[in-house]
Nanobody, 115 residues
């Protein structure tokens, strides 16, 4: 099993910045892709950004140029730097890691962006 713990959510004004972090524990060997998803009220969960073990990144069009995902393979952590936040970025953000054919999820952290 892999346990994921997120931190860094909160309330911020539009144009502001937040950093989300996620740390893995448990059976963390062979973790490959890491990513962040978000779910706004009444909407489906969507991919925000992902990063492969070698460091290749992928971003949702809505966040390109504003968000940056990074990982530390030694510490088994993944972070999401969010700049120029918009009210439409509001939602619960979930950390995701993939290991041995299975997805693992964090408990979610709320991000609220006010206009």
């Amino acid at each position: 099993q892999v346990q994921l713990v997120e931190s860094g959510g909160g309330l911020v004004q539009a144009g502001g910045s937040l950093i989300l972090s996620c740390a893995a524990s448990g059976y963390t060997s062979s973790i490959r892709d890491m990513g962040w998803y978000r779910q706004a009220a009444g909407k489906q969960r969507e991919l925000v950004a992902s990063i492969s073990r070698p460091g290749a990144t992928n971003y949702a069009d809505a966040v390109k140029g504003r968000f940056t995902i990074s990982r530390d393979n030694a510490k088994i952590t993944v972070s999401l730097q969010m700049n120029s936040l918009k009210p439409e970025d509001t939602g619960v953000y979930y950390c995701n890691m993939w290991r041995n054919g299975r997805d693992y999820w964090g408990q979610g952290t709320q991000v609220t962006v006010t206009s």
